[in-house]
């Protein structure tokens, strides 16, 4: 099964690593894959343009099936492997569809995010202004403290008591929140959150392998 898979990946992204993290929770140890530079720019080698016509990561593929966007690889591997590993989607339509909520608000969640810690990369330096970067700061407190009163009701997991897709596809977000350096103190529900997930086999499996070189982190997020 797992040899016959192969993901193309980035070291802390967000995407690659909520990939990385159902395949472990799926017991598909073993598969091929390929650690690519984002500041090379190789996630546009020939390789992966075949496969993914965007140029982007994470790139997968389980035989002849390509699967690209992480979210419909997370919803794949559940899917074609329900009776293999830990149960991803809560049977009760109640967590049910908490989870789902979560999950695709946590599209959100990554995009305001990425817009303060990617903003240099993403915008061209004639571009750039203090009053949007001011902003999108506002914006991602805004953020923060939605997600605080999220795990102050349902807790400890995404969607209550057991760890689901929501948690695959939302902790790698808090990673990289506490990677920049967002204050625990101010943000005590999700300084929990990822003080009890961060330990989770899949997730140390996966951890971004430059994390591990240099722990130390950005400090971007420490006024936010």
Same mark, same amino acid.
């Given at each position: 099964?797992?040899?016959?898979?192969?993901?193309?990946?980035?070291?802390?992204?967000?995407?690659?690593?909520?990939?990385?993290?159902?395949?472990?929770?799926?017991?598909?140890?073993?598969?091929?894959?390929?650690?690519?530079?984002?500041?090379?720019?190789?996630?546009?080698?020939?390789?992966?343009?075949?496969?993914?016509?965007?140029?982007?990561?994470?790139?997968?593929?389980?035989?002849?099936?390509?699967?690209?966007?992480?979210?419909?690889?997370?919803?794949?591997?559940?899917?074609?492997?329900?009776?293999?590993?830990?149960?991803?989607?809560?049977?009760?339509?109640?967590?049910? /569809?908490?989870?789902?909520?979560?999950?695709?608000? @946590?599209?959100? %969640?990554?995009?305001? +995010?990425? *817009?303060?810690? &990617?903003?240099?990369?993403?915008?061209?330096?004639?571009?750039?202004?203090?009053?949007?970067?001011?902003?999108?700061?506002?914006?991602?407190?805004?953020?923060?403290?939605?997600?605080?009163?999220?795990?102050?009701?349902?807790?400890?997991?995404?969607?209550?008591?057991?760890?689901?897709? /929501?948690?695959?596809?939302?902790?790698?977000?808090? @990673?990289?929140? %506490?990677?920049?350096? +967002?204050? *625990?103190?101010? &943000?005590?529900?999700?300084?929990?959150?990822?003080?009890?997930?961060?330990?989770?086999?899949?997730?140390?499996?996966?951890?971004?392998?430059?994390?591990?070189?240099?722990?130390?982190?950005?400090?971007?997020?420490?006024?936010?």
């Amino acid at each position: 099964m797992a040899e016959n898979m192969h993901l193309f990946w980035g070291s802390g992204s967000a995407p690659c690593w909520r990939v990385m993290i159902a395949l472990e929770e799926k017991k598909l140890q073993g598969y091929k894959q390929t650690l690519l530079s984002f500041e090379k720019n190789e996630h546009k080698s020939p390789a992966v343009l075949a496969l993914n016509p965007r140029g982007q990561l994470p790139t997968f593929n389980h035989g002849d099936i390509i699967v690209n966007e992480s979210y419909a690889a997370c919803f794949y591997l559940e899917s074609q492997f329900k009776s293999q590993g830990t149960k991803l989607i809560p049977d009760g339509p109640a967590e049910q /569809a908490l989870m789902y909520q979560r999950m695709f608000e @946590g599209l959100t %969640f990554c995009d305001k +995010l990425y *817009a303060v810690i &990617y903003y240099e990369w993403f915008v061209p330096e004639g571009e750039r202004h203090d009053s949007a970067m001011k902003r999108n700061r506002e914006a991602l407190t805004t953020e923060l403290k939605l997600w605080e009163g999220y795990l102050q009701k349902a807790g400890p997991h995404l969607a209550g008591a057991s760890f689901s897709l /929501a948690d695959v596809t939302v902790f790698p977000i808090v @990673g990289n929140l %506490f990677r920049f350096g +967002l204050s *625990a103190e101010r &943000y005590p529900k999700l300084a929990e959150y990822y003080a009890l997930l961060k330990d989770r086999p899949s997730i140390r499996a996966s951890w971004p392998p430059h994390w591990l070189e240099n722990p130390k982190g950005e400090d971007t997020l420490k006024d936010v």
